[in-house]
């Protein structure tokens, strides 16, 4: 009984996903070059007018869009379908 209760346990903690979160994800990143060929990525940043002081400030580098960002996937919604005219009856 008290390995079956263990296997349910341990089952059930197997359905959740427990990845943590990504901390500070945003829609915009500022690669900026730290030598040698290698690149830091910041990707704090809410518009690209916000990364760009962060790349104009002397930091070699530039803004782009986050590839991990997950709104950049999302559908698009449908647009709204024309208003269709009934026809009267006469």
Not at 38 to 57: H, L, Q, T
Not at 58 to 79: L, M, S, V
Request: charged share 20%; hydrophobic share 40%; with cysteine.
């Amino acid at each position: 009984m008290r390995k079956l209760l263990i296997a349910a346990v341990f089952i059930a903690a197997m359905l959740f996903d427990l990845r943590p979160a990504p901390a500070d994800e945003a829609p915009w990143c500022a690669v900026v070059s730290i030598g040698w060929g290698d690149a830091y990525w910041d990707c704090s940043y809410a518009s690209i007018e916000a990364c760009r002081p962060n790349v104009i400030a002397g930091n070699r580098g530039f803004c782009t869009q986050n590839p991990r960002w997950p709104g950049w996937y999302r559908r698009a919604e449908a647009p709204p379908r024309p208003a269709q005219r009934q026809k009267r009856r006469h």
